[in-house]
């Protein structure tokens, strides 16, 4: 395991920028099959419908647009059109608004624009700003993921604006980046939703812990930040020791099941989500769609010998 943490994870996760990669794995049948355990589709009625499936188990939703790194205003604006169109259906099915908004979107701002050379920050703030008027419309919250550090400053400093006027906007911290801790301490002061994770990016030592038992250290020391704090924690992990410590947490801080969420991915631990939604906890599925799912799905298997393998295998069957 410290093996393929060490050496693979780095390899896999540097796959998830080759374009050349991208187009040779995107090209073949087999990968599709195995796409589908952890991206349901490309359109809105495949999102729509694993959605329905999962509200139908007591579980919440977060739906993303796959998309990242678009360097063409084009492609930024049919993102947030995207996004758009999925709000419009997602109103007519938004219930429960006032308890907690059962629907959520994520996304992320480099597929709206924020790595264009002119103007991405400010490009990416009106874009997120536009997703953001629509989703207060229909009635859903919108959480900002994280993407590799050199994006942090920016991405932060764009969520700041957008809470000022849509204060349930939350966003994602990732326990592995040695900033979180403050970062955590500003967030859960100002009352915000936080969805904090490990991190899915291979990033430097100078900036980010790079053993498995340091980042679940910091995770827990962030964890217990964002319980204490005003603001109302997602924990976004399938960790069993990250799950454990999050129910002590609440204990401690008397957080009763309606002032936190546990969020897994669409496809991982599908029994552990409905170990804690019929247990009386909040679990929210994050749901990916579309036909950008290379970079996701690449992210997936760098995280577990057993999705690589389970990839190869596929392809050493079909060839
Ligand atoms: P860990 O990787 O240690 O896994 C613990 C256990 O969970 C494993 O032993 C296995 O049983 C199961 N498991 C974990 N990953 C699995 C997989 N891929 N397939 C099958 N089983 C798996 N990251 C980021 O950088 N930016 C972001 O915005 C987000 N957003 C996000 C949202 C949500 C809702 C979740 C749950 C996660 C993210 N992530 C993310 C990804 C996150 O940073 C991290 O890479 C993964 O969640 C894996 O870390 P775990 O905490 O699950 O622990």
Redesign the pocket.
């Known amino acids: 395991m410290r093996a393929f943490a060490r050496i693979a994870r780095p390899a896999i996760l540097a796959a998830s920028r080759s374009d050349r990669l991208r187009h040779s794995v995107e090209s073949m049948s087999v990968t599709r099959d195995v796409v589908r355990r952890?991206v349901p589709g490309e359109t809105d009625d495949d999102v729509l419908a694993a959605v329905a499936a999962l509200r139908g188990s007591d579980r919440l939703v977060?739906i993303d647009y796959l998309g990242e790194d678009v360097t063409d205003v084009d492609t930024a604006e049919a993102t947030v059109a995207a996004y758009l169109h999925l709000l419009d259906a997602l109103g007519a099915r938004a219930e429960d608004a006032a308890i907690v908004r059962p629907l959520e979107v994520?996304l992320?701002l480099s597929a709206l624009g924020q790595a264009l050379p002119t103007d991405g920050d400010k490009i990416a703030f009106e874009n997120a700003h536009a997703i953001c008027q629509r989703a207060q419309q229909v009635g859903a919250w919108v959480t900002v993921?994280?993407?590799d550090h050199t994006t942090t400053d920016s991405s932060l400093s764009i969520v700041r604006d957008l809470r000022v006027e849509f204060p349930w906007v939350g966003t994602?911290l990732?326990a592995?980046l040695k900033r979180t801790e403050a970062d955590c301490a500003e967030f859960a002061a100002a009352g915000a939703r936080i969805?904090l994770?490990?991190?899915?990016?291979d990033e430097p030592a100078s900036v980010a812990y790079r053993d498995?038992g340091e980042v679940?250290e910091s995770?827990l020391r962030c964890l217990r930040i964002l319980m204490a704090g005003d603001g109302y924690p997602?924990i976004?992990?399938?960790?069993?020791a990250?799950i454990t410590a999050a129910g002590e947490l609440a204990r401690e801080f008397s957080r009763g099941a309606d002032c936190f969420e546990y969020?897994?991915?669409y496809?991982?631990?599908g029994d552990e989500q409905h170990r804690l939604a019929t247990g009386g906890s909040r679990v929210?599925?994050?749901v990916p769609f579309g036909t950008q799912w290379y970079g996701y799905f690449v992210?997936?298997?760098a995280?577990?010998p057993?999705?690589l393998m389970f990839f190869l295998r596929a392809l050493t069957r079909r060839t």
Do not use: T, W
């Not at 994770?197 to 990016?201: F, I, P, Q, R, V």
């Not at 976004?236 to 069993?240: E, F, K, L």
């Open positions: 952890f977060s994520s992320k993921d994280a993407e994602v990732q592995y969805r994770c490990k991190g899915a990016y498995a679940i995770y997602m976004a992990s399938h960790d069993p990250v969020q897994m991915l496809g991982i631990r929210r599925v994050y992210r997936r298997l995280e577990r057993a999705n």
